[in-house]
């Protein structure tokens, strides 16, 4: 499905990411854990095309092609699919004038003909259920004025409409109050399958405790230090990221990143 | 990243630039007593009519063009101008199968809905060509009613008491140096009377167009709304791509009595020059209506997205108790577009309330103004105004300008500014493009919801051709 090998990313003259190498297979649950500054969010950023940073080395492929030379929509469009950290409020457009152009220019894409009003209302209603999200939010502008739950709940929303290959998670369970967790959780489970794929970003164990990954990794200075299954994550929630941080990844320039 | 990008998006080809080759009759080019008595003579005016050209023309010669508006442009040489032309033909039908099949053709390639078309929206056009209105739908069915709906000429002829009594009581003569232009050559437009208690049953809609070259396009509109009255009156514009600029200086006079409504929308796409800004129309236009009436209420809805340059404040003058007035208008400039345009709101009866949503877009090198007059006279107790001026840039090279002037003599009234400015920012476009809406689409999304305020003050159909102008507008090389 998705295969990193090398991959260096820097903004200006400052690299953030410096070598990853990184497989994931069809259906497969991965979870990246690492301390602020690490470059999680860079690498979601990096593998969604985001042009704030440059690719210094590397290469990515994703179902069979040549990710890196894909623009922005076309990564979206080709099924690989970003739940922000952080999603922007779009004052004015509506979630349901953004949410079917987007699922339309998707299925575009696919060759498949676009949803009519009525068939796009149905298939919101239905996902929305299983979000516990109220109809009304269709009707607001996007994030615009969103709790942290909504806006969350509305990236996830959107996994269920677009239904990629590969869904990065980007700290989705930030700002979460449990009940809002279990409830998002539930959603992503419900979108798990055999060919699906997920990357999760996260600082806390707490959220694989709900969305049980197959395998877990340690990013440290831009370099996956670590890799292992769900215990790694215990492990990591009991002794916290020091034990793995050698001296001699510790570079001048991920301690800064870190700061 | 972007910036690059959104500025790409600035240009984009004028798909209503055609010429329709169709003879035309007109007056020589230049401006003197003659020529005014010559338009007057073509078209059949009774001789208070001249007497008042005169008068304006003359009051005109004292006047020099504005200076203090913030748009650039060389001096326009008003010898050079064409006063009046009109399609050689018989200008007044009484069945479509009259009309020049030729103008016909503009007018579907316009998408004017006219004929069935016009039935099935429901709306009564008057469409004035250059400087004649060459039919008016709808007339009959209207006329049941007591709805007076013609062309502005066909007013004076059989309606000569209303227009005398009505005209230039809004906008004097002595107003601004191109109402007074306006008052001594305007050559045809729209005249509209509701009577008492009427609710006017559908649109009614006006559709300008300037095709000949060298053509100055003065229209002159005065709508009437009789006491407890409802009129919604839509205006569309457009003109071909020439060289040279084109001159338009029109008048639009709005008189609501007691309890009467009028509701004004203008979709304005006159042609915007090119890159270099070469050509394009001037847009000179005074606007402005009276409530006269308590209770009355004049509401103006634009869109600008055409024209060189454009000069523009629909205005409203409330002088009956709890009358309202209300602006609401998007103004788009990209290229050398340049747009200086905003409202007056005078409160001079008790309890009167205004509202004024300004949405201001620049792209390219576009330079946007908005200038508003709140003004709350003495007498005008707990008058209330609230403004919302909001300004979008697309790139680094435009410009968006607020000039917002406020006077007030009341202290019971009530005044409330906001103005905010926002650039597209490169957050809102990656999350749009991450979903898999391209560039393009995703500025049009957002331009679309910053104006969203505005856009839905129009009339359904009006509103889906607004947004999808807007979209045109700015659609362009992205991505």
Request: charged content about 20%; hydrophobic content about 40%; proline content about 4%.
């Amino acid at each position: 499905m998705l295969e990193i090998s090398g991959l260096q990313a820097a903004i200006g003259e400052q690299p953030i990411l410096r070598g990853i190498d990184l497989k994931i297979g069809p259906g497969e649950v991965h979870a990246i854990m690492g301390p602020n500054g690490s470059g999680k969010t860079t690498l979601a950023q990096v593998l969604a095309g985001r042009e704030d940073y440059d690719v210094t080395g590397g290469s990515v492929t994703f179902a069979g092609r040549d990710l890196l030379a894909l623009n922005v929509e076309q990564r979206a469009r080709e099924g690989l699919f970003l739940a922000f950290q952080y999603p922007v409020a779009l004052p004015g457009v509506t979630s349901s004038y953004f949410l079917r152009t987007a699922v339309n220019a998707v299925r575009a894409h696919r060759g498949q003909d676009e949803l009519s009003g009525k068939a796009f209302l149905e298939l919101c209603r239905q996902r929305m259920e299983l979000l516990q999200m109220k109809p009304e939010l269709l009707q607001r502008a996007v994030n615009d004025g969103f709790s942290g739950g909504e806006k969350k709940r509305h990236e996830i929303l959107q996994l269920a409409l677009l239904e990629p290959r590969l869904a990065l998670l980007d700290e989705t369970d930030s700002g979460l109050d449990i009940d809002a967790l279990q409830t998002v959780a539930r959603g992503v489970n419900a979108l798990r399958d055999a060919q699906r794929s997920f990357l999760m970003i996260t600082h806390y164990q707490r959220l694989l405790d709900y969305i049980v990954p197959d395998y877990v990794h340690v990013l440290v200075g831009g370099r996956i230090v670590k890799s292992g299954d769900k215990e790694l994550a215990l492990h990591l929630e009991e002794h916290g990221y020091g034990w793995i941080v050698a001296p001699e990844t510790a570079t001048p320039a991920a301690a800064a990143a870190r700061a | 990243m972007s910036t690059k990008l959104i500025e790409e998006t600035a240009q984009q080809e004028y798909r209503w630039g055609f010429v329709t080759e169709i003879e035309s009759d007109a007056v020589p080019a230049g401006l003197n007593e003659q020529t005014i008595a010559l338009i007057s003579s073509k078209k059949q005016e009774p001789p208070w009519l001249l007497e008042w050209r005169l008068r304006a023309y003359r009051h005109w010669l004292t006047l020099r063009a504005p200076q203090w508006p913030n748009v650039r442009y060389p001096a326009i040489d008003f010898q050079s101008i064409v006063y009046y032309s009109a399609p050689r033909q018989q200008p007044r039908y009484s069945s479509w199968d009259e009309v020049d099949p030729k103008l016909l053709e503009t007018y579907e390639k316009l998408g004017v809905p006219l004929e069935e078309r016009a039935m099935l929206a429901g709306v009564a056009v008057d469409a004035v060509f250059d400087s004649v209105s060459v039919t008016t739908t709808f007339k009959d069915e209207l006329a049941k009613q007591g709805i007076l709906f013609s062309s502005f000429s066909e007013a004076v002829r059989e309606h000569p008491e209303l227009v005398q009594r009505y005209l230039g009581s809004v906008v004097p003569h002595t107003d601004n140096f191109y109402a007074a232009l306006n008052s001594a050559v305007f050559s045809d437009g729209s005249f509209v009377y509701i009577p008492p208690g009427v609710r006017c049953p559908m649109e009614l809609s006006t559709y300008f167009r300037i095709n000949a070259a060298r053509t100055g396009q003065f229209e002159r509109t005065l709508i009437v709304a009789d006491r407890g009255s409802h009129v919604s009156y839509l205006e569309g514009c457009t003109a071909p791509q020439r060289d040279e600029h084109q001159l338009h200086a029109a008048v639009v006079e709005l008189v609501a009595l007691d309890d009467a409504e009028i509701k004004y929308s203008t979709v304005q796409n006159w042609y915007p020059g090119d890159e270099q800004g070469r050509g394009g129309v001037y847009n000179f236009v005074t606007k402005r209506g009276a409530c006269r009436g308590v209770r009355s209420k004049i509401s103006w809805t634009q869109v600008e997205t055409g024209s060189a340059i454009t000069w523009k404040y629909p205005s409203v003058l409330l002088l009956g108790d709890h009358s309202v007035g209300e602006f609401y208008s998007v103004a788009l400039t990209k290229g050398r577009q340049q747009a200086d345009t905003g409202t007056k709101m005078l409160h001079v009866g008790r309890h009167t309330r205004s509202t004024i949503i300004s949405k201001g877009i620049s792209a390219g090198e576009g330079q946007n103004s908005y200038r508003g007059l709140v003004r709350v006279q003495r007498g005008a107790a707990h008058a209330r105004n609230f403004s919302q001026c909001d300004s979008l840039l697309l790139g680094d090279r435009c410009g968006a300008h607020t000039f917002p002037y406020l006077e007030c003599k009341n202290p019971t009234a009530q005044i409330e500014h906001e103005a905010t400015t926002s650039k597209i920012g490169d957050d809102q476009l990656f999350y749009l493009r991450q979903r898999g809406i391209d560039q393009e689409n995703a500025i049009s999304m957002l331009v679309n919801g910053f104006c969203k305020d505005v856009l839905r003050e129009l009339p359904m159909e009006f509103a889906v051709e607004a947004q999808k102008l807007l979209g045109i507008s700015l659609e362009g090389s992205v991505g």
